[in-house]
């Protein structure tokens, strides 16, 4: 009953920057508990970023902590992930997810993923 499309992945150059956007529809948005992960070729899908519906608490990976900000616009039903200064290791597919819950871990359970976006850093 989840759908997500997310966009605004491409190609861009080291120390860089790009806005992932998240369309959600099919339940009330602002009662979705959201993440984002990323999945670099040949790895392990990895933990990115949360927020709770509400907006009133985040909680980033130790490795994107300072340069990606997630955020969000429940009137538009929309999340965000603003990426700054990209180096070539964030080259990956990108996907948001509805979590189960919000947790203060690396972990938090998901209910749907959306397709993805490759997001792809030269050097």
């Known amino acids: 009953q989840v759908q997500l499309v997310e966009s605004g992945g491409g190609l861009v150059q080291a120390g860089g920057s790009l806005r992932l956007s998240c369309a959600a529809s099919?339940?009330?948005?602002?009662?979705?508990?959201m993440g984002w992960f990323r999945q670099a070729p040949g790895k392990e899908r990895e933990f990115v970023a949360q927020?709770?519906?509400?907006?009133?608490?985040?909680y980033y990976a130790d490795s994107m902590k300072g340069r990606f900000t997630i955020s969000r616009d429940n009137g538009k039903n929309t999340l965000y992930l603003q990426m700054n200064s990209l180096k070539p290791e964030d080259t990956a597919v990108y996907y948001c997810?509805?979590?189960?819950?919000?947790?203060?871990?690396?972990?938090?359970?998901?209910?749907?993923w959306g397709q993805g976006t490759q997001v792809t850093v030269s050097s």
């Open positions: 099919g339940r009330t948005f602002s009662t979705l508990d």
């Open positions: 927020i709770r519906g509400s907006a009133s608490s985040t």
């Open positions: 997810a509805v979590l189960r819950y919000y947790t203060t871990t690396y972990s938090p359970p998901v209910n749907y």
